[in-house]
Nanobody, 115 residues
Framework: QVQLVESGGGLVQAGGSLRLSCAASGRIFSPNTMGWYRQVPGKQRELVATIRTGGSPNYADDVKGRFTISRDNAKNTVYLQMNSLKPEDTAVYYC?????????WGQGTQVTVSS
């Protein structure tokens, strides 16, 4: 059983920054891919960024240059540094970890960007 606990969401003004963290616990083996997705009401969950063990980050086009994903393998933790936030970044952000036989999600953390 894998558990993911997210933190760092909140309310911020446009142009501001937030840092999300997601700590994973349980039977997690490498290699794996950790990532962040987001969802707004009425829309499908969409990819924000992912990073594979020892690999390069992958970003959605609309966050490139503004968001940075990183991971600490020793702590099984993934981070999302979000800069230059826009109102359209408002969503519930979900942490994910996956590998063969595993696809686990966090409970989500709300990010609200005011204009």
């Amino acid at each position: 059983q894998v558990q993911l606990v997210e933190s760092g969401g909140g309310l911020v003004q446009a142009g501001g920054s937030l840092r999300l963290s997601c700590a994973a616990s349980g039977r997690i083996f490498s290699p794996n891919t950790m990532g962040w997705y987001r969802q707004v009401p009425g829309k499908q969950r969409e990819l924000v960024a992912t990073i594979r063990t020892g690999g390069s980050p992958n970003y959605a086009d609309d966050v490139k240059g503004r968001f940075t994903i990183s991971r600490d393998n020793a702590k099984n933790t993934v981070y999302l540094q979000m800069n230059s936030l826009k109102p359209e970044d408002t969503a519930v952000y979900y942490c994910n970890v996956r590998r063969i036989g595993l696809d686990s999600w966090g409970q989500g953390t709300q990010v609200t960007v005011s204009s």
